[in-house]
């Protein structure tokens, strides 16, 4: 990435942190207007600014994307290597497993039969590997992840503690005397690059696949249902859920608690408003929010006048009178 350095370029810094923490010797973010009016107190050797921004006495970095410069530079400098620890004599290995020399598989977990695992691969204590299970190089399973057998997971696959990959989609019939289960046959493919956070559950497919795209991040508290596929680089912060057999776009974005009905189809570059609940298809590069989902503007007007109904109230009750009173 690009930038432009105003001031002393030979400047040591120690690390990266953010605005209101940063100290003497330390690089930091001034993105935003609150921010960037306080350059010049923040104790900080160096700020990354937009193009155009000044200071007189302050290093700056001067970039096109304050933010992602930041997170560039912060992962780099947090980056630790890989070192591989084997096996550990403590972890259960099933019969057939596939294992590349450059693991490291702490005590206590769990690999069924036939696994294979790919190198750089870190599986922590508790995490269980169900039979046929197929992961990539670099995955990383935090303690207490739980696979299903026959689940696929890409490259550089990250999947935070207490978080189940391939459990059965909601599948029942009633036969007017009790719900009989759908036998859920299918299984969960994950693609590179994605990120799942804690205690998030990624159904199985009733038939054929749920597919989780490559890029993909999920926050802690995600569901989504069997037969579903999200489109790569979607987004979904907390306590999203998603019904079964949606189809959702390319680079997506759910807010926190917004939730879709079964069998909708989304398009790409989609904006999705905290709490709003889809219950149709939605085209691409649309904003929506509201339950049920409409338009971002038109949701946000009738909520305008939503809270104007007292005053709109008192203004009928004195229309009502004043007709009263003239008829």
């Known amino acids: ?13 120690r690390s990266v942190q ?19 009016e306080k350059i010049e107190d923040c104790p900080a050797s160096a700020v990354i600014v937009p193009p155009g921004i000044s200071s007189p ?42 294992i590349s ?13 036939g696994v294979s695992v790919g190198n750089r691969v870190t599986i922590f204590p508790g995490a269980c590997v169900g039979d046929g299970c197929e992961l990539g190089d670099e995955v990383v399973l935090h303690p207490n992840v739980v696979l ?14 207490g978080s189940v990959i391939g459990a059965d989609g909601f599948g029942y019939v009633f036969d007017g005397e009790r719900h009989i289960k759908i036998p859920q046959t299918g299984t969960v493919i994950i693609e590179d690059d994605v990120e799942i956070g804690a205690n998030s559950c ?16 999920l926050d802690n508290h995600v569901h989504i249902a069997h037969n579903c596929r999200v489109g790569s680089n979607t987004v979904m912060v907390a306590q999203v859920g998603v019904s079964g057999s949606v189809n959702i776009g390319r680079n997506c974005i759910f807010a926190g608690h917004s939730g879709v009905v079964d069998h909708v189809t989304i398009g790409d570059d989609v904006r999705v408003m905290m709490k709003t ?20 503007r038109e949701a946000m007007r009738i909520q305008a006048i ?22």
């Open 1 to 13: 990435m690009a930038g432009r350095i105003q001031g002393d370029g030979g400047l040591e810094i």
């Open 18 to 36: 953010p605005f209101d923490l940063a100290q003497p010797g330390d690089l930091t973010l001034a993105a935003g207007r609150k921010t960037l």
């Open 57 to 98: 006495r302050k290093t700056l970095l001067q970039v096109e994307h304050p933010k992602l410069a930041f997170a560039r530079l912060l992962e780099h400098l947090s980056r630790t290597s890989f070192v591989a620890k084997g096996v550990s004599p403590l972890a259960a290995i099933g019969d057939g497993c596939r």
């Open 101 to 113: 020399p450059e693991v490291s598989i702490y005590p206590f977990s769990f690999l069924g039969d």
């Open 148 to 161: 299903y057998p026959g689940i696929r997971l890409g490259n550089r696959v990250v999947i935070h503690s």
């Open 202 to 217: 990624v159904d199985r497919g009733t038939f054929g696949a749920t597919v989780i795209e490559k890029g993909v991040k």
């Open 277 to 296: 609940g889809i219950s149709k298809d939605v085209p691409a590069k649309s904003s929506v929010s509201g339950q049920p989902a409409m338009d971002h």
């Open 306 to 327: 939503i809270r104007r109904l007292p005053e709109i109230y008192e203004e009928l009750k004195e229309l009502k009178k004043r007709m009263k009173d003239e008829g």
